[in-house]
């Protein structure tokens, strides 16, 4: 594999497991608020 196909293939996979992790940790944080107060705010 070429050096432009290795950074494409990262940065494609980091933008979907950011996306993942910013979903889920919203998610997450709506839940704890729903259930009083938010424990893993900072």
Do not use: H, N, Q, Y
């Amino acid at each position: 594999m070429t050096t432009a196909t290795w950074i494409t293939m990262i940065a494609i996979m980091t933008f979907v497991w950011g996306g993942l992790a910013i979903a889920l940790r919203t998610a997450i944080r709506k839940e704890s608020a729903k259930s009083g107060p938010a424990s893993d705010a900072p």
